[in-house]
Each structure stands twice: as structure tokens, then as C-alpha cells.
């Protein structure tokens, strides 16, 4: 394609992203504002939860010429009950509006510390500083404000909703824990996040005890690096089973699954997928991408249909929810309902791809 060509394509992809980002965190906050908003408590890997933060945010960083580094202070559990999504959203938040104020070649921070062990539970603090734009001292008091922004021009400059922090504070909040921000104009910023999490008592084997001590090294060493999983499928010549009411969604799809060398059949809803899917012999698909919503049979109910079959592959082929349904509770409706994974519109290629490269199995 011609160079204009592609600078408007970059320019509709960067728009779109936008508005997702913006639906997303009004969303958030009516829900947080309805009180439908609710916290799981669940075992999480301590060092996985960093890990994913870290991927992310040494990414953004790398592309802006920005300095990151992630440290651990004192000792932390390997793993600990709560609701590790949520928090990390809260770090996201914080994390990504540091790297947007902080120009380039200055340095952005995460320190971990334990600052109390009582009654198997841990009060942990995450320190997120930054040498960017700082704020103001009479703007500090309005930074946890829904819509708040110091300078108008904000919002088109570096892309805000102005709910990213008060989102945060809210969710910090709700798990009665705290959030403070200091900052100097011209000199940077710093915000504290204090959570208190159960401890957790499952006797993990001494391999897994061992993870983030040497994710700690490999932090203070280089820095984090997202590793490839070994082993992963090749999708060149799978065939997927595409569940997809809507037209032009089917056609994006297809698309996206040629880039590579997939093939794939259509059916219009969840009935035909279940039609399609008992006609053929087993092993004939690699994996069913299924929407969720859809007339005459939706996603879930066609996911149960499948797995309720008689047959070798019903029970192990892939199942992958396409949706734009994306809060915790549709995820575990998901899951309940059989399906291996759950990836939300508008759905990003080489996600897809990974989901898909990790659950085929020959």
C-alpha cells in the first residue's frame, strides 16, 4: 500500500484504540458508581502478577525511549488471595499516565514492599515514580477527581478520559486500602498504593518457591523481557469453526486468520456451529471460535452442546469466546460454560494467534 495509505490506516487503528479505551473506563465507573462493581478473592501468582505489569509497561516505556525499572524491597510471598486482575488494573492506570508525562529519556519506577505481616494477612506498597511534568500544588488535591485534568489540552495531547485515576482510587478503596499522590511541577511525580491481601497457604512445590526470587534477579539484572512459550502450535493449514452472526465481523475474521494461513468455515450462528461441528468426523477442527452473542442459539448455550456430545474431540477441542462482553462475571460464565479462553472485541491478531498457538494440541 502507498505510504498515504498506510498513515491513514494508522490513524483510523489509533482513533478506534481511543474510543475502546474511553467506553471501557466509562464503563468501569458506572459500574463502580452503580455498586455492580465486585472483587474476587482468589489464589494468584505474586510473580506472575508482576510479570504481566511489567511486560506491558517495559514495552511502552522502550517505545517512548523512557527507563524502566521494577524492584522488589524486603520479602514477599510467591503467591497471595485476592483479586490480582483488579489490582493490576489499578497499577496499569497509574503506570501508563506516568509513561505519557514523562518525556523522553527520563525514568519511570516500580518498587514493591512489604510494609507488614499480621494474622496471615500482608499490607503490601506499590511505589510508582516518574521524573515527568509533575503537577501543581493546588491541581494535586483534584488528581483522583472523575474528569479531572490540570490542562485542558491534555486530552488530545496524550489521549486521556481524565477516569483512569479515579478508577484507580476507587478500586483501592474498595479493597480498603489507600492511594496517595505527591508531585512537583517540572520534577516528577510519585503514587503510593497501599493493599492488604491474604496470605496463602497452599504448599506450593520448591520449584514453584524458587520463581520469584529468580524473577527478582532477572529484574535488577536486565530488566523484564516477555519470554516465548516453547512447544507452541504451527496454525499454518489449521481449520477453524467460526461462529459469527455479523457480516462484516465474519470478514474481519477471515482476514485476520489468512495472515496466517488458516482456514476457516463460517456459520451464522451458535445452531449451524453446532450442526456443522457434529457433521463432520472428529479432529476435522482445530479449535472453534465462538461468538457470544447470537439469534437462535448464543455462544454459551452452543459451547454446552458441544462439549455434550458423544464423541473423542468434544471435550478437547479449543473453544474460544469472541465478545464484547468483557467484566469478570461473563469471563466465569465462560469458563462454567466450557470454553478455553475468553478474547474481547475488537479482537487483536496476535492475541488471537498466542490463544490459539497455546491451546492446539495434535
Known sequence: MSDRTREYLEKIDASAEHLLYLINDILDMSRIESGELSLKNEEFSFCGFLKAINTMVSGQCSDKGLDYQCHIQGEVDDY?????????QVLINILGNTVKFTPEGGKVSLTVNRTAHYDRRSTLQFRVADTGIGMSREFLPHIFDAFSQENSSSTSKYGLSGLGMAIAKNIVEMMNGGIEAESEKGRGSVFTVTVTLMDCETDHSEAEATVLEEFRSAMIR??????????????????VLLAEDVQVNTEIMMMVLQMRQME???????????????????????????????PEMDGLEASRAIRAMDRTDAKTIPIIALTANAFDEDVQRSMQAGLNAHLTKPIQPEKLFETLERLIRD
Open 80 to 88: 497471595y488471595i485476592g483479586d490480582d486482575m483488579k489490582l493490576r
Open 222 to 239: 536486565k530488566g523484564i523481557k516477555a519470554s516465548q512459550e516453547a512447544g507452541r502450535a504451527d496454525l499454518t493449514g489449521r481449520r
Open 264 to 294: 476457516a468455515e463460517h456459520a451464522e450462528n451458535g445452531r449451524i456451529a453446532v450442526e456443522m461441528f457434529a457433521s463432520h468426523e472428529p479432529g476435522y477442527y482445530n479449535a472453534v471460535l465462538m461468538d457470544m452473542r447470537m
